[in-house]
């Protein structure tokens, strides 16, 4: 019994190593831009990459797989520190809010005036001289 969990006990950090392993290499290739080519679909990789470009597509592909099957924790980890990189920026976004809208109640801005217009304005009063002949009405 004790061999046995000795020989778990070395399986488990030889496979912490290779899960260590593929996501430094899977880190590296989404670092060349592998992803952003694979959302340009097979059919465009097919006519505009290079073969070694699409081994390293094929290689990223495998790493994938490989740390979904046998490295859950990773992506258990990553899941989590994404879903609290997202906590933090809406945090950030409340917190600015809040600050813009303390700036506002210390000076709020004032009412945009309607423009002036001819019914609006004062009466212009009327030229000097003499006033005008009356005409008569029917």
């Known amino acids: 019994?004790?061999?046995?969990?000795?020989?778990?006990?070395?399986?488990?950090?030889?496979?912490?190593?290779?899960?260590?392993?593929?996501?430094?290499?899977?880190?590296?290739?989404v670092a060349t831009g592998v992803d952003a080519d694979m959302q340009k679909g097979p059919e465009w990789a097919r006519s505009n990459l290079p073969a070694n470009r699409l081994q390293q597509i094929m290689r990223y592909i495998h790493l994938d797989e490989q740390?979904?099957?046998r490295c859950p924790e990773v992506f258990a980890s990553a899941a989590v520190k994404a879903e609290e990189e997202r906590a933090r920026q809406e945090a950030l976004e409340a917190k600015r809010w809040a600050e813009r809208l303390a700036e506002f109640a210390k000076n709020p801005m004032l009412p945009e005036r309607k423009p002036v217009t001819m019914a609006r304005a004062k009466p212009q009063?009327?030229?000097?001289?003499?006033?005008?002949?009356?005409?008569a009405t029917r």
């Not at 030889?14 to 260590?20: G, I, T």
């Not at 009063?125 to 005409?135: D, V």
């Open 125 to 135: 009063p009327a030229p000097p001289g003499p006033p005008l002949p009356e005409r």
């Open 1 to 29: 019994m004790l061999l046995s969990t000795a020989a778990t006990a070395g399986d488990l950090e030889a496979n912490v190593a290779q899960c260590r392993a593929y996501e430094t290499e899977r880190t590296t290739l």
């Open 67 to 69: 740390l979904k099957f």
